[in-house]
């Protein structure tokens, strides 16, 4: 069974940092790009970056300059800096293999909360 795992979220102030990590089991991994995504209540989910298994990425505009998205294939794990963090950036953030700026099936895991207020 495909399975994703994400932690890291929590409470910040804004301007704050956290570091997301997303561990997969059941799956190659390596050969897939994989994204981060989040939703916020009352908003649709969003693609906030994706990087493939060679390590290219692309970001939301939203986020350019703020996030950085890396992977360790080794050890089957995403992970998501977020720096210069907004109240906006507050949402549940989820990791999936994408596509493009898709998702690539649904293998949804928990999700973890970010809450960036003061």
């Known amino acids: 069974q495909v399975r994703f795992v994400e932690s890291g979220g929590g409470l910040v102030q804004p301007g704050g940092s956290l570091r997301l990590s997303c561990a997969a089991s059941?799956?190659?991994?390596?050969?897939?790009?994989m994204g981060w995504y989040r939703q916020a209540p009352g908003k649709p989910r969003e693609l906030v970056a994706a990087?493939?298994?060679?390590?290219?990425?692309n970001y939301a505009n939203s986020v350019k300059g703020r996030f950085t998205i890396s992977r360790d294939n080794a050890k089957k794990t995403v992970f998501l800096q977020m720096n210069s963090l907004k109240p906006e950036d507050t949402a549940v953030y989820y990791c999936?293999?994408?596509?493009?700026?898709?998702?690539?099936?649904?293998?949804w895991g928990q999700g973890t909360q970010v809450t960036v207020s003061s």
């Open positions: 999936n293999p994408t596509v493009g700026v898709s998702p690539l099936g649904n293998y």
């Open positions: 059941g799956s190659i991994f390596s050969d897939y790009a």
């Open positions: 990087i493939r298994s060679a390590g290219s990425t």
